[in-house]
């Protein structure tokens, strides 16, 4: 069943410990609609994060043993269960809520084994915008097929939820053919899978790889799932970028398209790539695109956040690809 904002709300606050629950529930249902985590930090009151702040909820300090309770609520008492989670520093649990965790790094051969000492924590809200692509699908269908896509913008301006349910639409067949999705979700923040289950609607033809470094999950799901569409965010490391050129370089060698640079899709080949640049400032864009952060063409790939990546497996030259549905 999907929840409204103030209930996925009330749901992400359950992990908390019952000396901090109370204090959060309390807050008017208008503000729980529109919060978007809430935060401990040890030896300051707990507070609300809203678009334009925080509000401090006017608790008792926050402790470590707090923290330490929180854990264990969100793990359901399990936490070494939950180690490889929070090696990276985070917990997702149910209804694709984050948790975010601050403390002591215990270190081991250059990787994190462990967090002690707990100093803080955030309980991110996951909350789905269905219809945030309304409208956008059709435009990057170039001559009736899907093409690549890039999504850039800054920080905070929700590049994850647009890749969300675009991932969405294509995989169930908004404005087009329904396409087999394979999302390396490395952090889980797209899908939220929470024991083998999206908690986080990303479609009927969509599976998802969580966990998994980006470079290493797109060339498995690109071996492994015979997918039409890959689709990942979040490509900020050099490491990403070569995953990502990588899969450019496989699927043109093998498909050997004829196109144009710039042009739609050739027949059994590929989409032409999508050029990108360091994320403009805000109130400005690149040249080339329209202000949505969405640029199409043949320039080389050097820096993105999100990445839509489309092809049809098998597809022999001279059938069309799936289309757009008119």
Not at 108 to 113: D, H, K, L
């Amino acid at each position: 069943m999907r929840m409204d904002n103030s209930q996925a709300y009330r749901q992400a606050a359950q992990v908390l410990p019952l000396s901090l629950r109370g204090a959060a529930l309390v807050l008017p249902e208008d503000k729980q609609g529109r919060a978007e985590e809430l935060r401990l930090r040890v030896g300051r009151p707990m507070t609300v994060g809203f678009p334009q702040g925080e509000l401090s909820l006017g608790t008792n300090p926050v402790t470590g043993r707090d923290l330490e309770q929180l854990l264990e609520l969100a793990t359901r008492a399990s936490v070494h269960a939950a180690l490889p989670q929070l090696r990276r520093g985070f917990l997702t649990i149910e209804g694709g809520h984050r948790i975010g965790l601050c403390g002591t790094a215990v270190m081991r051969e250059g990787e994190i084994v462990q967090l002690r000492n707990l100093s803080s924590a955030s309980v991110r809200i996951a909350r789905q915008v269905k219809g945030a692509a309304d409208g956008l699908l059709p435009r990057l269908c170039q001559g009736g097929r899907l093409t690549d896509t890039l999504i850039l913008a800054p920080p905070g301006l929700g590049k994850t939820t647009l890749l969300r349910d675009l991932i969405r639409q294509v995989s169930d067949g908004t404005d087009c053919e329904p396409l087999r999705v394979a999302l390396a979700d490395e952090r889980g923040e797209v899908a939220a899978l929470y024991q083998g289950l999206p908690q986080l609607d990303v479609g009927a033809h969509t599976d998802v790889l969580d966990g998994c470094p980006k470079a290493q999950g797109l060339m498995l799901l690109l071996r492994a799932m015979n997918a039409q569409v890959l689709a990942v965010d979040e490509i900020t490391a050099p490491e990403d970028v070569a995953g990502v050129r990588g899969g450019l370089r496989r699927d043109t060698a093998g498909h050997r398209p004829r196109g144009k640079p710039g042009g739609p899709a050739p027949a059994g080949g590929v989409c032409p790539p999508v050029g990108a640049g360091p994320v403009p400032p805000p109130g400005d864009h690149p040249p080339g695109t329209d202000g949505t952060g969405i640029r199409g063409g043949g320039a080389e790939l050097t820096w993105c956040v999100c990445w839509v990546r489309c092809w049809w497996p098998g597809v022999r030259p001279g059938r069309d690809c799936p289309r757009r549905r008119d």
